[in-house]
């Protein structure tokens, strides 16, 4: 009994990895059961996936797809031609997305078209901003799914409030954080770049499209980052997209622009930064549980539970109002937020019991939604 777990983009492969060693925690129970780790290869540079891999301890994937870059609809079009040629070879019982990125939906598609139930781990987060493709993905990809895993109450209410049938969604918790909370002790102990000292300098992430594909957009934003350098020394982790656009970038002295790092080594900048300025969707989860401060540079979230609970704080991208949430940052003691529930180190865990309990024969208790078998 085969079961397709698919990743295709840096952050999938921290949250497929606890699923699937609950899954292969469990073959004990259900000796045929084989989980599979399928690779879209949408990012396939060395540091933007096999890094990942070795330091998440994740096998070689079984099957890789190769996919690569293009437009959306080129991208999405080549995973789905692909996965579907695989799901025909190997007839999985159930194929497993994660997050929001093209191959998400496009693996989905391609399943469910070919009557394979599909599970989405991180369903029914929304940013209601459907400029975002991120924000179409999770729509169309829960949409269509038959078991819908959330990481917290308010994704749960989202497609409650869009008609998902309760049986479908499943809260069971965060399985980024069940690989940050693994493999945290080990980040820590990295040695820090550039003679940094811990809590002495700031981490910055930028990839969005509507914050680096513009010059003017993304130069207003190093507007702003040139003034926080002036305050406290930056390391800025290149993304690709990113990278391909920063030749006409002025940069000030205290912004440390590096190449894309590994999960390890991220972790451990991340961990022990004084702040992290960002447009990631997982970065904001994970500098919650860090209590490290986050400024969202983006007008919205799909994560909002991080500003209530966490230390996020979404702050658009006008330089003044970057810099003045900055100062607020650091005038403030460090957090001492509480953390969400069930962001505990166990999603992967709780996920695999709801998942074995249907592929074992139990799938009325599991789920009843319309489109499982
Ligand atoms: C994708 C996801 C986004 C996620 C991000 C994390 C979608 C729609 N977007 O955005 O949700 O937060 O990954 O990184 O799925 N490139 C390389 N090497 C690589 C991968 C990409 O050079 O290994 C280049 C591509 O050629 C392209 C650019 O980076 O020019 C963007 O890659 P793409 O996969 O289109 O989307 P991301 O911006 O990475």
């Given at each position: 009994?085969?079961?397709?777990?698919?990743a295709g983009a840096r952050p999938n492969f921290m949250k497929v990895a606890?699923?699937?060693?609950?899954?292969?925690?469990?073959?004990?129970?259900?000796?045929?059961?084989?989980?599979?780790?399928?690779h879209t290869g949408q990012h396939y540079d060395v540091q933007m996936s096999e890094n990942f891999l070795r330091d998440l301890?994740l096998?070689?994937p079984?099957?890789y797809l190769g996919a690569g870059s293009g437009?959306?609809?080129?991208q999405?079009?080549?995973i789905?031609?692909?996965?579907?040629?695989?799901?025909?070879?190997?007839?999985?019982?159930?194929?497993?997305?994660?997050g929001?990125v093209n191959s998400?939906?496009?693996?989905?598609?391609?399943?469910?078209?070919?009557?394979?139930?599909?599970?989405?781990?991180?369903?029914?987060?929304?940013?209601?901003?459907?400029?975002?493709?991120?924000?179409?993905?999770?729509?169309?990809?829960?949409?269509?799914?038959?078991?819908?895993?959330?990481?917290?109450?308010?994704?749960?209410?989202?497609?409650?409030?869009?008609?998902?049938?309760?049986?479908?969604?499943?809260?069971?918790?965060?399985?980024?954080?069940?690989?940050?909370?693994?493999?945290?002790?080990?980040?820590?102990?990295?040695?820090?770049?550039?003679?940094?000292?811990?809590?002495?300098?700031?981490?910055?992430t930028l990839h969005?499209?509507?914050?680096v594909?513009?010059?003017?957009?993304?130069?207003?934003?190093?507007?702003?980052?040139?003034?926080?350098?002036?305050?406290?020394?930056?390391?800025?982790p290149t993304h690709p997209r990113t990278a391909q656009?920063?030749?006409?970038?002025?940069?000030?002295?205290?912004?440390?622009?590096i190449e894309p790092l590994g999960y390890l080594a991220f972790l451990?900048?991340?961990?022990?930064?004084?702040?992290?300025?960002?447009?990631s969707?997982g970065i904001?989860?994970?500098?919650?549980?860090?209590?490290?401060?986050?400024?969202?540079?983006?007008?919205?979230?799909?994560?909002?539970?991080?500003?209530?609970?966490?230390?996020?704080?979404?702050?658009?991208?006008?330089?003044?109002?970057?810099?003045?949430?900055?100062?607020?940052?650091?005038?403030?003691?460090?957090?001492?937020?509480?953390?969400?529930?069930?962001?505990?180190?166990?999603?992967?865990?709780?996920?695999?019991?709801?998942?074995?309990?249907?592929?074992?024969?139990?799938?009325?208790?599991?789920?009843?939604?319309?489109?499982?078998?």
């Amino acid at each position: 009994m085969k079961v397709f777990i698919v990743a295709g983009a840096r952050p999938n492969f921290m949250k497929v990895a606890p699923l699937l060693e609950a899954l292969h925690a469990r073959r004990e129970q259900i000796p045929e059961l084989q989980p599979l780790l399928v690779h879209t290869g949408q990012h396939y540079d060395v540091q933007m996936s096999e890094n990942f891999l070795r330091d998440l301890g994740l096998p070689l994937p079984d099957i890789y797809l190769g996919a690569g870059s293009g437009s959306h609809a080129e991208q999405t079009a080549r995973i789905m031609i692909a996965f579907e040629k695989a799901c025909i070879e190997h007839n999985p019982a159930l194929v497993v997305v994660v997050g929001d990125v093209n191959s998400t939906l496009a693996c989905a598609i391609s399943a469910k078209k070919l009557g394979i139930p599909v599970a989405h781990v991180e369903a029914g987060l929304r940013s209601r901003d459907m400029s975002m493709p991120e924000e179409i993905n999770r729509l169309c990809t829960d949409v269509i799914s038959d078991f819908l895993f959330t990481t917290d109450e308010l994704a749960g209410a989202n497609l409650l409030a869009e008609g998902c049938a309760p049986e479908r969604i499943h809260f069971v918790g965060n399985t980024m954080i069940d690989s940050l909370r693994k493999h945290l002790s080990r980040a820590a102990a990295e040695p820090l770049p550039f003679g940094l000292e811990a809590g002495i300098y700031a981490l910055l992430t930028l990839h969005r499209p509507s914050n680096v594909d513009e010059p003017a957009t993304l130069q207003r934003l190093f507007d702003a980052i040139n003034a926080i350098a002036a305050h406290i020394p930056v390391v800025f982790p290149t993304h690709p997209r990113t990278a391909q656009r920063m030749d006409a970038i002025q940069l000030n002295d205290g912004v440390r622009v590096i190449e894309p790092l590994g999960y390890l080594a991220f972790l451990g900048l991340m961990a022990r930064a004084r702040l992290v300025l960002t447009d990631s969707g997982g970065i904001q989860e994970e500098t919650t549980v860090l209590r490290v401060p986050c400024l969202t540079l983006r007008h919205n979230t799909e994560r909002p539970i991080t500003c209530e609970q966490g230390t996020n704080s979404v702050v658009g991208t006008e330089p003044k109002q970057v810099l003045q949430a900055m100062l607020r940052v650091l005038n403030a003691p460090p957090p001492n937020n509480r953390l969400p529930e069930k962001w505990d180190g166990h999603a992967g865990e709780r996920i695999a019991d709801v998942l074995l309990a249907w592929l074992s024969g139990d799938r009325i208790s599991a789920t009843t939604g319309t489109g499982v078998p």
